[in-house]
Nanobody
Framework: QVQLVESGGGLVQAGGSLRLSCAAS????????LGWFRQAPGKEREFVAR????????LYAESVKGRFTISRDASKNTVYLELNSLNAEDTAVYFC????????????????WGQGTQVTVSS
């Protein structure tokens, strides 16, 4: 079992920044890759970014590449998502996700979800 707890969401003006955190716990979480999805009102949940727990290799959705940065602190079992140059289209609930290493990063393949944290960008 893996538990994921997000924090750091909030209201920010367009062009601003936020940092989301995802604290992971559980006996076998090191067997999983961690990352982030988001879901805007009326839209499907979409992939944002992921990172390898061991090597730290990161992968981003095209829509956030160059603006968002994912990182991890192994000593704290925490993954971060730095959101910069935010715009209204980034408004969504952001979910931390864990998938067993080697599995795909589609919504249907995710093994564990966090509860989500709301990010609202005002124009």
């Amino acid at each position: 079992q893996v538990q994921l707890v997000e924090s750091g969401g909030g209201l920010v003006q367009a062009g601003g920044s936020l940092r989301l955190s995802c604290a992971a716990s559980g006996r076998t979480f090191s067997a999983y890759s961690l990352g982030w999805f988001r879901q805007a009102p009326g839209k499907e949940r979409e992939f944002v970014a992921r990172i390898g727990w061991i090597g730290g290799r990161a992968l981003y959705a095209e829509s956030v590449k160059g603006r968002f940065t994912i990182s991890r602190d192994a000593s704290k079992n925490t993954v971060y998502l730095e959101l910069n140059s935010l715009n209204a289209e980034d408004t969504a609930v952001y979910f931390c996700a864990a998938v067993r290493i080697g599995s795909s990063w589609s919504v249907d393949s995710i093994d564990y979800w966090g509860q989500g944290t709301q990010v609202t960008v005002s124009s």
